[in-house]
């Protein structure tokens, strides 16, 4: 019930969400055995509510989005012991408010939006710390605009994803400054093929230019500057179209923010938490 990165290739949970992502972009789910791949999703999951990815037993948080979000998708998230699910990844969260891998593994931005993710769809968003994990996704701003996965590294523009749409889940996009990573993500842009790279001047590839776009459409950007073609706003929890994940009648948890872009996802048919419209951005570094 699972799907490969190709064809003839072993099913895996990350390939798996790719697939019902594509296929539900394409209004295809229909074309989707869902019990079957329920089935698979469930099979992976072990006793303390972690996931493998696949057979062979590596565990990671990655995975653990991976299975509710394609699961929620499915409308199968009955499934999965979502309480199991949603304690294991509690159990990832470091002293610094962010996550890792596993328990006690590193904060890195990329596990954060997963972690992040999984409890917005579990509706468990409320053990998040999100005052210290907002101060320090916020730290990852580099002086050139972009951000970084952790202390000490150099600005790429993925992260312009992971970080800025955990920073939406948790209704502390504005404690960014937004005009100079919205700056900093099209000067990644290669100006004669028009993908975007990791950082300027370097070779682009398909990935850094879906993380370019989502976070210049987070921004809300594409609301702001005139464009010949309409355009789809995407959701932070979903990496999916706000209307299709509005048609889909997805639901996860996720704290309202008081600007206009955050607006948007406090009207989708989702609970939340009201948090103070004014909540104040950590002190200036």
Known sequence: GGFGGSEDQ??????TLSAVQVMALLGRLDRIDGEAAARYVASLQLGDGSFTG????????????????????LGKLDAVDLSGAARFVQRCK????????VPGAESHAG??????????IAGEIHSVDRDMLGWWLSERQCDGGGLNGRPEKQSDVCYSWWILASLCMLGCRHWIDSSALAAFILECQDRDDGGVADRPNNVPDVFHTFFGIGGLSLLGWFDQHAIEKPHRNIDPVFALPVDLVRSLNLSATVYKDADEQAALFATMPRPHLDVAPDASPPPAR
């Not at 590596?58 to 394609?70: G, H, K, N, P, Q």
């Not at 596990?111 to 917005?120: E, K, R, T, W, Y």
């Open 10 to 15: 072993d099913p895996h949970v990350l390939y």
């Open 111 to 120: 596990q954060i939006f997963c972690c992040v993710g999984a409890l917005a």
């Open 94 to 101: 470091n002293f610094d408010g962010g996550y890792g891998a």
């Open 54 to 73: 696949d057979e062979w037993g590596e565990i990671d948080t990655r995975f653990s989005y991976c299975a509710l979000s394609t699961l929620a998708i």
